[in-house]
C-alpha cells in the first residue's frame, strides 16, 4: 500500500521545518505529502447561511494561498504536495483522510513552553493523540531534516507495547533505523526481573534485522541517566505507547516531553 505523509501546519514560525522535515522523511520512503491547515471562521451573529458560507470560503482561499506559498518557499520545485484546508472539526477531517486507501503518518510541531502548557490542558495535539488510532509524530520547532539512526521505545510493565504499530513504524524508516533500544523507568526498589525478561525477549524478537539492546533506569537519578543516553542527538527518535505510564502520567510525561524531546531535540514517535 502506499504511503501518505498527512502533515498539520498551523502556519507558526517553524512550520517551514516542520514541512521540510516530513518532505525528507517522504523522499526516503516514497511517500505522498499533504499538508493540512484546519481554519477557524468567525462569521457575524445574525449572518445568514448564505454569508456564513462566503466568509468561510474566503478565508479558506486565503489560507490556501498562504499554505501554498508557505511550501513553495520551503520545497524544492519539483516536490509533489498535495494541500487541504477546512473549517471542518480537526479529528473529523483527519478520520476521513485515514480512511483512504494509504498508510498514515501523522506530523506535528511543537513549540516549546506554549506546547508544554497546553499538553496537561487538552491541547488540541493530545485530542488527536487520544482520538486518532495511527502513528503520530511530534517534532520539536527547531529540527527541519530528518536523519534518525535509532530507536528508543519505551515499554510499560502494565501496557504491552503495540508490536504491529512499531514494525510499522519501521518500515516508514526506509530500513535506515539501524539500532532499538528498549528501556523502561523502575520505581525505587521495584523487582524488576520480570521486565528484564520482557525487555529481553523485546530484544530477540527485533534482533535479527537490527541491532538491540535494552535498558532499566531506577533510582532517584534514572531520569538524569536516560538523558545522557537521549539528549541533543537528532538521528534519534523517542518512541512512546499510547496508554502507557509514559504518555498518561503527568510526571512522566512532563519529562519525555520537556528534557528529552523539547529541550534535547529528538523527534517523539507515539506509538496507537
Avoid: C
Wanted: without cysteine.
Amino acid at each position: 500500500m502506499k504511503k501518505r505523509f498527512i502533515v498539520l501546519v498551523d502556519f507558526s514560525e517553524h512550520s517551514a521545518n516542520l514541512i521540510q522535515y516530513a518532505y525528507d522523511w517522504s523522499k526516503l520512503v516514497d511517500a505522498k505529502l499533504l499538508l493540512y491547515h484546519k481554519t477557524t471562521i468567525v462569521s457575524p451573529a445574525l449572518a445568514d447561511n448564505e454569508t456564513r458560507h462566503s466568509i468561510a470560503q474566503m478565508i479558506n482561499e486565503k489560507a490556501l494561498d498562504k499554505l501554498k506559498t508557505l511550501s513553495k518557499s520551503t520545497l524544492p520545485e519539483n516536490a509533489n504536495v498535495q494541500y487541504s484546508v477546512s473549517e471542518t472539526n480537526l479529528l473529523l477531517s483527519l478520520q476521513n483522510f485515514l480512511e483512504e486507501p494509504f498508510e498514515h503518518l501523522i506530523f506535528t510541531g511543537m513549540k516549546g513552553t506554549g506546547f508544554l502548557k497546553k499538553i496537561f490542558l487538552g491541547s488540541t495535539t493530545i485530542q488527536i493523540i487520544e482520538n486518532i488510532n495511527n502513528l503520530m509524530v511530534a517534532i520539536p520547532k527547531d529540527i527541519s531534516s530528518f536523519s534518525p539512526i535509532d530507536l528508543y521505545v519505551a515499554v510499560s510493565e502494565n501496557h504491552p507495547l503495540n508490536i504491529l504499530e512499531l514494525n510499522r513504524l519501521l518500515n516508514f524508516t526506509g530500513g535506515k533505523s539501524k539500532k532499538i533500544t528498549f528501556f523502561y523507568f523502575a520505581k525505587d526498589n521495584e523487582e524488576t526481573l520480570g521486565m528484564e525478561k520482557q525487555l529481553r525477549d523485546l530484544t530477540l524478537l527485533f534482533g535479527e534485522k537490527y541491532i538491540t539492546d535494552f535498558e532499566i533506569y531506577q533510582g532517584t537519578d534514572a531520569f538524569e541517566k536516560i538523558k545522557l543516553v537521549i539528549n541533543n542527538k537528532t538521528k534519534e527518535l523517542l518512541v512512546i505507547q499510547k496508554g502507557s505510564r509514559e504518555w498518561t502520567d503527568q510526571l512522566f510525561r512532563k519529562f519525555m516531553i520537556n528534557e528529552l524531546v523539547y529541550a534535547g531535540e529528538t523527534p517523539l514517535v507515539i506509538l496507537p
